[in-house]
């Protein structure tokens, strides 16, 4: 049994079972919606038997549809002489989808090994859609019936229509032939001979287009100089009468295609005229005869469409139409072009033109000889000649070496490095720009930026448009560089070659303003030194020379980091490498300038922090040993925050708590004095001749006219104030007196008042009557400084009664 994909290896299980002399038997059991097919291609006496249970039947040749084992007896020693098996599958579509594909992987077909074997898919369209057979993987291409195929493996592809079978073409693996559509129903197939090991080979089938021809053969010509042969269908036989036939041809732009009708047989015709159809893009199509020249095709892809009449078939022996096609390309060529260049001032540049493909059509000339890659040295001149060379193809570079043999032939004045002004005749514009710099003995090459500082291109920080590469002659990359950042100088104590390039491969821009500076200085410390000057709130991420790889044995590398006052530099080790030391160690080193003591120091064997803080500008210093197992790489970031004066934030964070503390008790006094002054304010009475006592507060309804009688001009004050005379006796300040006792509240139903030792109990109602002293008089009062009255009321500044005696304003007592 197999699965939904379609395998004609898959469609058969069979094992051998017994052979004797005379006889082979073998237990067969089909697969679904598959035909067995066992016939004579030779005619012999051998019979084969088919039994299925108790049902044995015996003929020259017979087919098993149903999925069941079937015992095959062959009646003869060598049944692979007179008899070949077929295994056929159906694969049906919808107009939107296909039911399987076509595979050869069936390894139990071993067992027919010594039989011709044929494997065939019949394919079904739904109208109007074409049924499509790809070949994208391997290609296939179309030979000749007399020609077997290298692997003994050949394809068939064929036609069914109402008025027979066509053949469209024979086919073997491997070529330009890419699909291929047929009309309504059609037949794939593939005989594979005895003794030929089945090779497994998988195409897809799928839903096609709408064409109107009985097949439709898609070709891919290679780029190059090639050809490949087409044949007419049932070639050499006669194409059918009145039908049409396509080939679509994939051809570069760059190439032309030439078309050519070998072996053509023209039949007789009755009907209308054999013709053949161009059609390519940008033209419509063009109709010539078959025996017209055919055009150059040099526009890119075409179709070629072969029409037939419709032929005298009355007398036999006339020739149908037949015919070989033979499309060639080749690379189209274009004019040459020549151009002159003299680097005679150029500034010591010389100049590089190198072919991008191996195999490209381009053909370069230097002063008429041909040439693979073209030089022309410094201060040299050249005729140059290009021919199919496309800008892509080519790339246009220049360079230039600047030596010092001793320090003091060195020039002072910094060198510019400045994109040079070459020949507009090129045929690509210039892409890159090297400087080869070679200091004195143990001198040292110092590169400057001298319109803006450089950052180093990482990851998540690479370049946009320009990329700077600086290494070593040796090859040993120092790091890739870009504008806009903040390494102010880059020294090495070494040869350098520092490379200008575009990103994505742009034109470089000539110009007389330099990209960088250089100079030829001593000897350094280290191997390596870059100036950093960070700026605020910006994080400078710097790796070692060499990243990702790590850095060359015994090397050292330092950064003069600048850090300004009132800042401070937040150092993160952000990704640290350390390999396994044979020789020393590495080291990872922090230093104030103009301070013996580190800040920081680590070995490989030491953990590392993540991170530190410096208040100065420093050194970072990093030293590698003679690693025996991977490689020292470090990748630090740099950020620059503002200085914080903990002693002031400190004595700013004490005054604040204290001010905090101040402020709570000062709020805790005042709240505590208050609630004294509430609790010392003492309450008056006011005395109503009717009886009835109110404290302040209460509201007092207006009497009315009739009850007016018991309302008083004025009231004494020595009858208003008693309790401050009886605060006074009690401070010596007074005599001993009597005092009213307190008043309760009462209900205008109730009876006034009176003091208890009251010697007129009968009081009439509306008259006054001073309240009972021991004495007649009322006590002198204290000599006091004039002040504000303690109440301001109406009722202390009324008029006195008429002769009665005035007492002055009250004076406060001093406490």
């Not at 004050?717 to 006074?728: C, F, I, R, S």
């Not at 307190?742 to 030792?757: A, E, G, I, M, Y």
Request: proline residues 7%; neutral net charge.
């Amino acid at each position: 049994m197999f699965s939904s994909g379609i395998t004609a290896t898959g469609v058969l299980l069979f094992s051998l079972v017994f052979t004797t002399r005379a006889v082979q038997r073998l237990t067969v059991t089909p697969d679904k919606d598959s035909v067995l097919k066992i016939s004579q291609a030779k005619g012999s006496a051998c019979k084969v038997c088919f039994s299925m249970g108790r049902s044995r039947t015996c003929s020259l040749g017979d087919q098993i549809k149903d999925s069941v084992p079937v015992t095959v007896e062959f009646q003869c020693s060598r049944p692979q002489d007179f008899y070949e098996v077929e295994v056929i599958r159906n694969i049906e579509c919808t107009t939107q989808s296909c039911k399987g594909h076509i595979q050869t992987d069936f390894p139990a077909s071993r067992s027919f090994q010594e039989f011709n074997r044929k494997f065939t898919w019949n394919l079904r369209a739904t109208a109007p859609k074409a049924i499509q057979v790809s070949f994208t993987k391997l290609g296939v291409r179309q030979v000749s019936p007399l020609i077997s195929c290298p692997d003994k493996h050949t394809f068939t592809l064929g036609a069914v229509q109402r008025t027979g079978n066509v053949m469209i073409g024979r086919y073997c693996v491997g070529g330009t032939t890419q699909s291929a559509q047929i009309l309504s129903q059609g037949r794939f197939s593939l005989d594979v001979p005895a003794s030929q090991e089945l090779q497994t080979h998988r195409f897809d089938v799928s839903v096609g287009e709408e064409i109107k021809s009985l097949a439709k053969i898609t070709v891919t010509l290679p780029p190059g100089t090639s050809s490949s042969e087409l044949f007419s269908p049932n070639y050499p036989e006669s194409f059918p009468d009145d039908d049409v036939m396509e080939w679509h041809f994939a051809v570069s732009d760059k190439q032309q295609a030439l078309v050519e009708f070998q072996e053509l047989v023209q039949p007789r015709c009755v009907k209308k005229q054999t013709a053949v159809e161009y059609h390519c893009r940008g033209r419509g199509a063009l109709v010539l005869r078959l025996t017209d020249p055919p055009p150059v095709q040099s526009q890119g892809n075409f179709s070629l469409t072969l029409r037939n009449c419709e032929m005298d078939r009355s007398q036999a022996g006339f020739p149908g139409l037949s015919l070989k096609i033979k499309v060639s390309v080749s690379t189209a060529r274009s004019p040459r072009v020549s151009c002159n260049v003299d680097l005679r001032k150029s500034g010591g540049f010389s100049l590089h033109v190198d072919k991008l493909r191996p195999n490209s059509g381009c053909v370069m000339t230097m002063d008429s000889v041909l040439k693979e890659k073209i030089t022309v040295p410094t201060n040299g001149a050249a005729q140059l000649s290009f021919q199919d060379c496309p800008p892509e193809e080519l790339r246009v570079t220049s360079s230039r070496v600047i030596d010092c043999a001793q320090l003091k032939d060195c020039l002072k004045m910094p060198i510019p490095l400045a994109v040079p002004f070459l020949a507009t005749c090129l045929p690509a514009p210039l892409t890159g720009a090297s400087w080869t710099l070679r200091p004195p003995q143990h001198g040292t090459v110092e590169l400057t930026s001298p319109v803006t500082p450089l950052r180093q291109s990482l990851p998540g920080q690479t370049c946009n448009d320009t990329l700077f590469d600086v290494s070593e002659e040796t090859g040993d990359t120092v790091g890739h560089f870009c504008p806009h950042g903040s390494i102010q100088k880059i020294q090495v104590h070494s040869s350098v070659v520092f490379s200008l390039t575009t990103v994505g491969g742009k034109a470089l821009k000539p110009s007389s303003k330099p990209v960088l500076t250089v100079v030829m200085k001593g000897e350094i410390s280290d191997r390596y030194i870059f100036t950093v000057t960070p700026k605020k709130n910006t994080t400078v991420s710097l790796a070692t020379p060499g990243w990702p790889k790590g850095m060359r044995s015994y090397a050292t590398v330092s950064w003069l980091i600048s850090v300004p006052n009132n800042m401070e530099a937040h150092v993160m080790f952000a990704n640290i490498n350390q390999p396994k030391c044979s020789n020393r160690h590495t080291n990872i080193r922090v230093q104030r300038i103009g301070r013996r003591e580190e800040d920081y120091s680590r070995r490989e064997d030491e953990e590392a922090e993540d991170q530190i803080r410096v208040p100065a500008s420093f050194f970072l210093n990093m030293s590698n040993c003679m690693p025996e197992s991977r490689e020292f790489s470090v990748l630090s970031r740099i950020t620059l925050h503002r200085t914080k004066n903990l002693m002031l934030t400190t004595i700013l964070s004490v005054v604040a708590a204290l001010l905090v503390v101040f402020t709570a008790v000062l709020v805790v006094v005042c709240v505590v004095i208050r609630k004294k002054k509430k609790q010392l304010a003492h309450q008056v009475s006011i005395y109503n001749p009717n009886g009835t006592s109110f404290l302040p507060g209460e509201n007092l309804s207006r009497p009315t006219e009739e009850n007016e009688y018991h309302i008083y001009d004025s009231i004494e004050d020595t009858l208003v104030y008693t309790h401050l005379l009886k605060k006074g006796a009690e401070m010596g300040m007074y005599g001993e007196v009597e005092t009213q006792e307190p008043f309760t509240r009462h209900s205008d139903s109730q009876k006034p008042l009176v003091p208890k030792d009251s010697r007129d109990q009968d009081m009439d109602v509306g008259e006054y009557q001073e309240f009972p002293f021991p004495n007649t008089k009322a006590p002198p009062l204290p000599n006091r400084p004039l002040s504000r009255p303690m109440v301001d009321n109406e009722i202390y500044h009324s008029s006195e009664p008429e002769g009665g005696e005035r007492i002055g304003p009250r004076q406060e007592g001093g406490d």
